[in-house]
C-alpha cells in the first residue's frame, strides 16, 4: 500500500482537534486526540513534547490572531490599548483555553516575541524596566479575564424573593446590553491612565 500524498498527522492537525476539544469540553487528554485522528497515542507524541507541548501549540494558534501591527502604534498608549483589544479578540473566541494557558509557562516563541515588543515599546517610552513586568502581567489578567467574561452569561447575577437586593436589581436594570464590554473598557481605562502616571512619575 502506498503512502498517503496527505499526511495523515502533523502538528495542525494535532492542534486543530486539542482546540476543538477544549471548546467543547474544557479540556483535552492526548488518547483522546489520538481517537479523534484515527492514530495510535504513541503516534502524536511523534509530532509533539507530550501534553505541555499541545499547550504551547494551543497558545500559539491562538496568538496568531492577535494583530501584531498594534504595537507599531503611535503614541506607546495608543500602542498598549490596540493590543490589548486585539489580545482580548483572540482568547474570546476560544475562552476555554484560557484556564489551560494560564497555569503553564510561555514557551511558544511566537508568544515570546509579542511580549518582547511589547516590552520595547514601553522601554522606549521611557518605563523604569523594573515596574514593567508587573504591568504587562496586569494588563493580561484584564484581557483574559475579560475574554471569559465575554463568554459569560449577560446576567450573572441571579435575583431572588428570598434575598431582597434593591440596590443591585436597580443597578442592574441600568447596565444595558454590553456590560462586558463596557466594563473591560472601565478597566482598560483605569489601567492605561495608571501606567501614563508611573511613566510621569506622578
Known amino acids: ?69 498594534t504595537l507599531d502604534a503611535t503614541p506607546w498608549d495608543a500602542a498598549v490599548e490596540a493590543w490589548a483589544r486585539s489580545y482580548r479578540a483572540a482568547f474570546a473566541a476560544h475562552p476555554r483555553v484560557i484556564p489551560l494557558l494560564m497555569t503553564s509557562p ?27 513586568m508587573p504591568l504587562l502581567i496586569a494588563l493580561e489578567n484584564l484581557v483574559l479575564g475579560s475574554a471569559l467574561d465575554l463568554a459569560a452569561p449577560e446576567t450573572m447575577w441571579e435575583l431572588t424573593v428570598g434575598a431582597p437586593t434593591p440596590r443591585l436589581a436597580q443597578a442592574l436594570a441600568a447596565v444595558g446590553d454590553g456590560r462586558a464590554d463596557r466594563a473591560f473598557d472601565v478597566g482598560l481605562t483605569a489601567f492605561l491612565e495608571h501606567a501614563r502616571r508611573l511613566r510621569t512619575g506622578g
Open 1 to 69: 500500500m502506498g503512502r498517503p500524498r496527505t499526511p495523515l498527522l502533523d502538528r495542525e492537525r494535532i492542534t486543530a482537534t486539542a482546540l476543538r476539544l477544549v471548546d467543547e469540553t474544557g479540556d483535552f487528554s492526548v488518547p483522546r486526540i489520538a481517537r479523534k485522528l484515527g492514530v495510535q497515542t504513541g503516534s502524536v507524541y511523534h509530532h509533539v513534547d507530550g501534553r505541555d507541548g499541545i499547550v504551547e501549540l494551543l497558545r500559539e494558534h491562538i496568538s496568531a490572531a492577535i494583530d501584531p501591527g
Open 106 to 132: 510561555v514557551r511558544a516563541p511566537r508568544v515570546l516575541a509579542q511580549y518582547e515588543r511589547a516590552v520595547g515599546v514601553l522601554l522606549a517610552a521611557g518605563f523604569a524596566p523594573a515596574g514593567i
